[in-house]
């Protein structure tokens, strides 16, 4: 499971970027595949895609926008391909925006979304993004090291809700430990505060 991906940029398609890092070329799909020029390093929070006719990586440089894709493609009839071009034409900030003011006509403006689709993105989303501050555009809780980013993905991709992961953050967001004791150590926790 991937967190991040840090590296340079090679090329700069329509829909993509081609980041080398380690010697190896990743393809990363993105709203703004400008934002880190060619031939300059740049970080891309990540979200694997991984079906059977293919692997997919959509990355996004600001957080903000990464908090908005991971909370649209749970919600029904939106999947990664249609968060990502909604973010590319309204930005995480304009959804959040919608979202608080219940504004079901700005969302039907979005690509690929209908009334139905509006009203449950209303429905699943509001909840979902208490935790996203739009005064900086990143989480309340501090971001810690590179090991709880891919503890906070891997928790994420278990289930768990945002509120539980968020709780861990005091305790574990600034251990020194890899990713995979971090994991561990967090299922741990979880396990316990639920009586298992």
């Known amino acids: 499971m991937i967190a991040f991906i840090e590296g340079v940029v090679r090329s700069s398609r329509a829909e993509s970027v081609v980041v080398e890092t380690g010697g190896i070329g990743f393809e990363i799909f993105t709203p703004d595949p400008l934002a880190v020029p060619r031939g300059k390093t740049g970080l891309w929070h990540i979200y694997e895609s991984i079906r ?53 006509k700005a969302l039907k403006a979005l690509p690929g979304i209908g009334p139905k689709t509006a009203s449950q993105m209303l429905l699943d989303m509001k909840g979902r993004l208490v935790h996203v501050s739009r005064s900086n555009g990143s989480q309340s809780v501090p971001a810690g090291s590179p090991a709880w980013l891919e503890t906070v993905s891997a928790l994420e991709n278990f289930g768990y809700r945002q509120a539980d992961i968020d709780s861990l953050a005091p305790e574990l967001a600034d251990s020194p430990k890899a990713a995979p004791e971090l994991i561990r150590e967090a299922l741990r926790l979880l396990a316990k505060r639920k009586g298992v």
Do not use: H, Q
């Open 52 to 104: 059977e006719d293919g692997w997919t990586l959509y990355g996004f440089t600001d957080e903000l926008e990464y908090d908005v894709f991971m909370a649209l493609i749970p919600v029904k009839g939106i999947g990664p391909r249609t968060a990502l071009n909604i973010l590319r034409k309204a930005g995480g900030a304009r959804i959040l925006e919608a979202l608080e003011k219940e504004d079901v």
